[in-house]
């Protein structure tokens, strides 16, 4: 049974980096058919996916378009392990983020488990 | 950009049937999924590719997908089964997209 344990501060000052991480057991961030995400949740932008990593022979990246410029997504294959760092956060990166096990294609588009969520407030 | 949207809430007596649309251009042809949240919780995931159900998903839990919208269907609804429920899709410019979501109330 794959379980996915997040980890990271809850407070953020606005202009510095959110670092989130999350810890998979029962299967392997190098896996050859998960894609590793996360997702953040907000009662104003609902649920929005950030982006992603995986493994196909090399390692693969995909981000959304509203937050290319400011995100990593990162494998720590030695810690079986992934994860997010948010440049230059303000007020609107106030969310529950949350860590997910999905795959890569359109027929695959489900993500599950997910993490517990980490509710990360930005404010001074 | 592409949109998925769900009513805001949908009532429902116990062991009655409860319906949950989820609407978007073409959406029949992509494959959608469904996702239950109860206060607190992470979402769990309750139907994949429009009708499968995961290992541990009760039966009452169907879902369907043509055209425009795509169904969530919970037959003989429980008390359990209060939640807020969304809807996904895949979409090739925007990736993952969610619903607005549907809270259910078992009354």
């Known amino acids: 049974q794959v379980q996915l344990q997040q980890s990271g501060p809850g407070l953020v000052k606005p202009s510095q980096t959110l670092s989130l991480t999350c810890a998979i057991s029962?299967?392997?961030?190098?896996?050859?058919?998960?894609?590793w995400n996360w997702i953040r949740q907000s009662p104003s932008r609902g649920l929005e996916w950030l982006g992603r990593t995986y493994y196909r022979s090399k390692w693969y990246n995909d981000y959304a378009v509203s937050v290319k410029s400011r995100i990593t997504i990162n494998p720590d294959t030695s810690k079986n392990q992934f994860s997010l760092q948010l440049n230059s956060v303000t007020p609107e990166d106030t969310a529950v983020y949350y860590c997910a096990r999905g795959a890569v294609g359109a027929t695959l588009n489900w993500f599950d488990p997910w993490g517990q969520g980490t509710l990360v407030t930005v404010s001074s | 950009s592409y949109e998925l949207t769900q009513p805001p809430s949908v009532s429902v007596s116990p062991g009655q049937t409860a319906s949950i649309t989820c609407s978007g251009d073409?959406?029949?042809?992509?494959?959608a999924c469904w996702y239950q949240q109860k206060p607190g919780q992470s979402p769990m995931l309750v139907i994949y590719q429009d009708s499968k159900r995961p290992s541990g998903i009760p039966e009452r839990f169907s879902g369907s997908n043509s055209g425009n919208t795509a169904t969530l269907t919970i037959s003989g609804t429980q008390a359990m089964d209060e939640a807020d429920y969304y809807c996904q899709a895949w979409d090739s410019s925007l990736n993952y997209v969610f619903g607005t979501g549907t809270k259910v109330t078992v009354l």
């Open positions: 073409k959406l029949g042809d992509k494959y």
């Open positions: 029962g299967d392997s961030v190098s896996s050859n058919s998960a894609a």
